[in-house]
């Protein structure tokens, strides 16, 4: 005869309860280094589209910035350069305001300047004097289109048309451009060809957070400079 009784092995309702809850807890781990990996991919992408659209609205300004005083006999820097404090945007176009002759060690958001062009071709008509200029405008960087001008003293109005946007934010807290000034230095175009005593500088932001509440203009802290220095090589100082 056998003895003892006939023993059923197999798991308990607690090991189930303990394996069930060490698979929720595994779970919902995985589903926090998800939610992590794609909200710091998120974040990336967009630095990088800020890097990017920054970097190219750079190259623009520099270009744009080379007309400064060309074609212009003796063209000085309180001639042929103003700094204004604003540019108000109207239903009729953008206006700046507050303009005056430029000087070194000002910065400002606007910047104009006056260059000439040959109205006929092969240099057969007179000189047309144009201005024209980059602006910004809550963080965005525009450039002011060519426009016929006497002087600087008496600045055309931009129509909307007459305005492109070189850099638009992206909405994170930082990335912005930040002002223009001119400094007194000598220089070379591109830093290897023609002279001059005239720099531009471009000061811009780079966002070290995507909250807004932590970037604050006048704080260095809560961002990263960068600036971008293009030598006028058509423009003497006085």
Do not use: K
């Amino acid at each position: 005869m056998r003895s003892g009784r006939n023993r059923q092995c197999g798991a308990t309702l607690v090991s189930l309860m303990v394996g069930l809850v060490v698979s929720m807890v595994a779970v919902l781990g995985m589903l926090a280094l998800y939610r992590t990996a794609v909200q710091v991919t998120s974040e990336s992408t967009r630095y990088a589209r800020v890097t990017g659209d920054r970097a190219a609205a750079i190259i623009n300004a520099e270009t744009l910035l080379q007309n400064a005083g060309y074609g212009i006999d003796g063209a000085v820097l309180a001639s042929a350069v103003v700094l204004c404090d604003d540019i108000s945007a109207g239903s009729n176009g953008y206006q700046p305001s507050s303009c005056t002759a430029a000087i070194v060690d000002q910065q400002q958001p606007v910047m104009i300047w006056r260059f000439a062009t040959l109205a006929a071709p092969l240099g057969s008509g007179p000189a047309a004097s144009r201005c024209e200029g980059l602006a910004i405008e809550n963080g965005q960087l525009l450039y002011l289109h060519a426009l016929p001008c006497a002087s600087t003293t008496a600045l055309p109005s931009w129509s909307h048309d007459d305005v492109s946007v070189l850099f638009a934010t992206s909405g994170l807290a930082g990335g912005v451009f930040a002002g223009i000034e001119l400094e007194s230095e000598p220089c070379a175009a591109f830093g290897v060809g023609g002279t001059g005593t005239i720099m531009a500088t471009l000061e811009a932001h780079h966002p070290i957070t995507d909250d807004p509440e932590d970037y604050r203009p006048t704080d260095p802290a809560t961002f990263r400079q960068f600036f971008s220095r293009t030598c006028l090589t058509n423009i003497g100082g006085s």
